[in-house]
């Protein structure tokens, strides 16, 4: 921080959420210079698995994900299309759950598949967004991001989709979200709260 004062910081470490906001409070930068890498992975893995089990090219997969890094991360159906169309027009809704459910347990897949976690796919989306940023390209990309006030949270670093260029966060965008996709992101957040106050306990026993 102190060599370089103007940088932008992606975070990676887990728990990712916690992470961030660690590093948020510790750098004392700005909120807009301070964001992690979890949506792009989370992403990557469910439109991976959507296209294993539609026959379809991944490059097609339009998706959003939502919420915090683990087990109550959001992906959403809502605002997930193949060429333009929406996604249940190719699957019912028992299978997309079900891949909806393998995506937020990926991480433990790989684990029990590799016996370590992943490394490949972090890299190439801190690499993305870390392109988005140097090229100011304006991507809009699903990162873990400083709520204050969007979505109706505010406090804490979560994953929600965001317009990243030169100055880091330029905008984080707001979407409507249906009524089941508002109670599992209220659910993802009260997570992340959880995990904030464990940290906080930390420090004050420190």
């Known amino acids: 921080m102190a060599r370089s004062p103007y940088s932008i910081l992606i975070i990676v470490s887990n728990p990712l959420d916690v992470m961030t ?3 948020y409070m510790t750098s004392g ?3 807009h210079r301070v964001m992690g890498m979890a949506g792009i992975l989370d992403t990557a893995r469910y439109r991976a698995f959507l296209a294993m089990e539609l026959g379809v090219s991944v490059k097609d997969i339009q998706a959003l994900l939502m919420g915090g890094h683990g087990d109550t991360m959001v992906p959403l159906p809502s605002y997930t299309t193949i060429g333009g169309i929406p996604v249940t027009r190719f699957i019912d809704r028992e299978k997309l759950d079900a891949i909806v459910q393998r995506t937020k347990m990926g991480g433990g897949e790989i684990v029990k598949l590799m016996g370590t ?3 490949y796919a972090p890299g190439a989306g801190a690499a993305e967004m870390v392109e988005a940023i140097v090229k100011n390209s304006g991507r809009v990309l699903p990162c873990a991001v400083w709520l204050n006030g969007q979505y109706g949270l505010d406090g804490m670093f ?5 317009r990243l260029g030169r100055k880091g966060v330029e905008e984080i965008i707001e979407v409507d979200l249906t ?7 209220d659910n993802s957040a009260q997570h992340v709260r959880s995990s904030l106050a464990d940290l906080e306990r930390i420090q ?3």
Not at 158 to 162: E, K, L, N, V
């Open 21 to 23: 906001y660690v590093a």
């Open 29 to 31: 930068f700005p909120s």
């Open 117 to 119: 976690s992943a490394w």
């Open 158 to 162: 979560m994953g929600a989709p965001a």
């Open 179 to 185: 009524p089941d996709e508002r109670t599992l992101l």
């Open 204 to 206: 004050q026993a420190v």
